[in-house]
C-alpha cells in the first residue's frame, strides 16, 4: 500500500506540481520529439533522410553481425545445411577450352546435368549467354558453343522431368531459352535474380521479392515453393506469398504465418539481406586475420562431374554461378565485394531460415513506447552530465541489442538514434542552460 501511495503521490507531483512545470515541459517536448522520429522510422518509403539512415545502420550492423555470427562462431546452424554452391571461378575459366575469354556454356550445361543426376530438388542456374559464342576448333573440327549447350541444356530439363526437379533460370532470358522453358514447364521456371542497389553508391541491400513488370518471384521465394512444398501444395503457397507481398488482409492457407508476416512488412526492411555465407576470399578481404572456413557449402565444376557418388546432392537446393571478376558479377556490399551468386545464397538461406531483418510490429510498438517514456523522464530530471552518459552508452548498446537479441531489427536500431538523438539535444539544452546561469552570475557579481 505504501508503494502504491508513493506512485500516487510521485505522478500527482509530477503532472500537476507548478514547481516542476519547466521540467514537466522538457518530458512533453521529448516524448514528441522521439515519438516523431519514431514514426518516421515507420514509414522509411515516404522519408529520404530515413531511408539513408537505415542504410548507415544496416551497413554498419550487417558487417558487425557477420563478424559475431561466423567469424566469432557465436551461431552455431548460421547457413541452412541445404544449400549447395557449385563455383565457376577464374582459374575454372582459364583451364577451359574458352581460355577465360567467354563462359564455356557446354561445360557449364554438363555440370548441369551432373547435379541434376545426383539428386539435387532444385538447382538455380545463374547464368544467361545473351551474346553467341564464337566458333571454335575443338578436336579437329568445328565446334558450337551455343547448339551444344542447347542440346545439353534440354537433357538437363529432361532429367530434371523425371526426377521431378526444377531447374530455375533468370528472366528476362534469350529467346532459345524462353523455348524450351515453353517446352518444359515442369523442370524449368523463370525468376526474378534481381536486386535492390541504391543508385548514388551502387550497394547491394535489399532483395527483390517481385519483378513489378513482369510479375515474376524472386529466385529465393521460388526455390522455397519447390523445396519446401509438395507440387498439390504449390499453387496454393505461390497464391500465399503474392497476397503476403501485396500486403493484404488474409490468413495464410499453405505458408507458415510467420513468413506472411515478414514478407508483408515494410520492404525497406524486410528485404534487407542478411548475410551468413561469403567465399573464403571474401572472407579474408573481410578480416585478415580470420580462420573460418565455412565447409560443405563449395563444390568446384570437376567435383560434380566427378564419377564418384561423392557429393550428394539430394534434396538440396544448388546454385550454379560465376565468380570470376571479369565477367562483372560482383557487386559493393555491406561486407565487401560479393559476386551475385553468393548474394542469391545468402537470400535463399533468409528465407529457409526465416532469418529477416525485423522483428513482430506489435512487440516492437510497445518496447519503443515504454523507451521513449522512460528516456523522456530521465532526460526531464538528471542532470545534462548524466544524460550525457546514458547517451553515449545508448549509441554502443543499441547495435548489440540490434545485432545479438533481436536479430538486426533495424527498427529498434532506429529507435535508439532517435533516443540518442533527443539525449544530444537534451545535453545542448543543459549546456546551453548552466552556461546562461553562469552568464546571470557574472553580471550579478559585477553590479554588486
Given amino acids: 500500500m505504501k508503494l502504491l501511495r508513493y506512485i500516487k503521490l510521485l505522478f500527482v507531483h509530477f503532472f500537476f506540481s507548478e514547481k516542476v512545470f519547466l521540467r514537466r515541459t522538457i518530458f512533453y517536448v521529448n516524448v514528441f520529439l522521439m515519438s516523431v522520429i ?103 573440327s568445328q565446334f558450337d558453343d551455343d547448339a551444344a549447350f542447347l542440346e545439353r541444356f534440354r537433357t538437363a530439363a529432361e532429367e530434371a522431368k523425371k526426377r521431378r526437379s526444377i531447374i530455375i533460370i533468370p528472366y528476362p532470358n534469350t529467346p532459345e531459352m524462353n523455348r524450351l522453358a515453353e517446352e518444359y514447364p515442369d523442370s524449368v521456371a523463370f525468376a526474378n535474380f534481381g536486386v535492390w542497389e541504391r543508385n548514388d553508391d551502387r550497394v547491394v541491400r535489399r532483395a527483390r521479392w517481385l519483378a513489378s513488370d513482369s510479375g515474376h518471384l524472386s529466385v529465393a521465394l521460388l526455390a522455397f515453393l519447390h523445396s519446401s512444398f509438395p507440387p498439390d501444395k504449390r499453387a496454393g503457397a505461390e497464391r500465399d506469398i503474392r497476397r503476403a507481398l501485396a500486403r493484404e488482409d488474409f490468413v495464410p492457407e499453405v505458408i507458415p504465418e510467420s513468413l506472411a508476416d515478414l514478407l508483408s512488412g515494410s520492404s525497406l526492411l524486410s528485404s534487407r539481406i542478411v548475410y551468413r555465407y561469403l567465399l573464403p576470399e571474401n572472407i579474408r578481404a573481410l578480416d585478415k586475420k580470420a580462420r573460418v572456413a565455412q565447409l560443405g557449402v563449395l563444390y568446384r565444376p570437376d567435383q560434380i562431374n566427378s564419377t564418384y557418388d561423392f557429393p550428394d546432392l539430394s534434396g ?42 525485423h522483428g513482430h510490429f506489435l512487440i516492437d510498438i510497445l518496447i519503443v513506447l515504454a523507451a521513449i517514456m522512460i528516456f523522456s523522464f530521465i532526460f526531464a530530471y538528471m542532470p545534462y552530465t548524466i544524460n550525457l552518459v546514458i547517451t553515449i552508452v545508448i549509441a554502443y548498446s543499441v547495435q548489440y541489442i540490434s545485432m545479438r537479441i533481436y536479430n538486426l531489427s533495424f527498427f529498434y536500431c532506429n529507435v535508439g538514434f532517435a533516443i540518442v538523438l533527443a539525449g544530444i539535444l537534451n545535453c545542448i539544452y543543459g549546456i546551453i542552460n548552466r552556461a546562461a546561469a553562469v552568464i546571470r552570475y557574472v553580471r550579478s557579481s559585477d553590479k554588486k
Fill in 316 to 357: 538440396r537446393i544448388v546454385l550454379m554461378g560465376s565468380t570470376f571478376t571479369e565477367l562483372g558479377d560482383v557487386h559493393k556490399t555491406p561486407v565487401g565485394s560479393v559476386s551475385g551468386v553468393v548474394i542469391l545464397a545468402n537470400v535463399v538461406n533468409m528465407v529457409l531460415n526465416g532469418q529477416f531483418s
Fill in 38 to 140: 519514431s514514426i518516421c522510422f515507420l514509414f522509411p518509403e515516404r522519408f529520404d533522410f530515413v531511408g539513408y539512415s537505415l542504410d548507415s545502420s544496416y551497413d554498419r550492423l550487417t558487417e558487425n553481425n557477420y563478424r559475431w555470427a561466423i567469424l566469432e562462431g557465436n551461431e552455431a546452424q548460421s547457413f541452412s545445411s541445404d544449400i549447395r554452391l557449385i563455383e565457376f571461378d577464374e582459374t575454372y575459366y582459364r583451364e577451359s577450352y574458352t581460355l577465360g575469354y567467354w563462359t564455356p556454356r557446354s561445360a557449364v550445361a554438363d555440370t548441369l546435368i551432373s547435379a541434376v543426376r545426383r539428386g539435387a530438388s532444385v538447382v538455380i542456374f545463374d547464368f544467361v549467354f545473351r551474346r553467341p559464342a564464337p566458333v571454335i576448333l575443338k578436336n579437329g
